[in-house]
């Protein structure tokens, strides 16, 4: 299986931010540590900085494997970093069901770095809305994916 390179953890750790007490993220959920989402993110519950390492690398091991089995097209290493950050923010019954999956999956790899700033939306009240920490998120995994760079 493919493994996520440095750089596309450094783009996952900087857009998540570590918190090592559980909070509310945009859209309601409890999380903790590099926005890790379950029961270790509970009320009350502290953790330490090596848990929230522990957490996000069992967390970027399914994200990985997700793209691994999801996406059927060869990738760069840089490309598969864009979509492990990704599929590790949005989910993999996200990644499943998207457009960016079936374009790159049919080779247009352009239309599916596209896709990507389509996915800049949380459900706040139950509305959709643009969050603009997501906005600057796709933007650098776009960016990432089809250049390398970030």
């Not at 993220?25 to 848990?51: L, M, S």
């Not at 999956?101 to 509305?127: C, H, M, Q, S």
Request: hydrophobic letters at 35%.
């Amino acid at each position: 299986m493919a493994k996520i390179s440095d750089k596309g953890l450094s783009l996952i750790k900087h857009f998540e931010g570590c918190r090592l007490e559980p909070y509310r993220d945009p859209v309601g959920n409890w999380t903790i540590g590099y926005g890790h989402i379950g029961p270790t993110a509970e009320a009350g519950k502290k953790i330490a900085k090596r848990t929230a390492d522990k957490l996000l690398r069992a967390d970027v091991t399914e994200s990985e494997g997700a793209v691994g089995r999801l996406i059927e097209v060869d990738l760069e290493q840089h490309e598969f970093d864009a979509l492990v950050s990704f599929t590790f923010n949005v989910g993999q019954g996200n990644l499943h069901r998207s457009t960016l999956r079936r374009r790159l999956n049919a080779g247009d790899r352009e239309a599916a770095a596209n896709e990507l700033l389509r996915w800049n939306k949380g459900r706040i009240g139950g509305v959709p809305t643009t969050l603009p920490g997501l906005t600057r998120r796709r933007r650098a995994e776009r960016t990432l994916f089809a250049t390398g760079h970030v």
